[in-house]
């Protein structure tokens, strides 16, 4: 079993800049491939962003390439989503999760296999 907890969430103002944090306990994080998703009021889950396990490969969705980062510090169990230049359209709750059998970098929610709680990201025009 794993546990995941994010932090860092809060309401900016757009064009400010956040870093969301993923903690996993429970089994060896580096074995795993590391996604975050996001969910707006009224609409499904969208990916966001992934990093395979070994942390040489990255992928965005288009809409935040250029604006968001994602990162993984292995020995602290935990990986990052650095956001910049928030748009309003960012609002929503972002979630990470792990994937144990994905090698690259996955894209679809049915390919994770555990999910934080997420936590809430608002931006205001």
């Known amino acids: 079993q794993v546990q995941l907890v994010e932090s860092g969430g809060g309401s900016v103002q757009a064009g400010d800049s956040l870093r969301l944090s993923c903690a996993a306990s429970?089994?060896?994080?580096?074995?795993?491939?590391v996604g975050w998703f996001r969910q707006a009021p009224g609409k499904e889950r969208e990916f966001v962003c992934s990093i395979k396990r070994n942390g040489d490969s990255e992928y965005y969705a288009d809409s935040v390439k250029g604006r968001f980062s994602i990162a993984r510090d292995d020995p602290k169990n935990t990986a990052y989503l650095q956001m910049n230049s928030l748009k309003p359209e960012d609002t929503a709750v972002y979630y990470c999760a792990i994937s144990c059998g994905a090698w690259g970098t996955p894209t679809k929610s049915y390919q994770y296999n555990y999910w934080g709680q997420g936590t809430q990201v608002s931006v205001s025009s």
């Open positions: 429970g089994r060896t994080f580096r074995n795993y491939a």
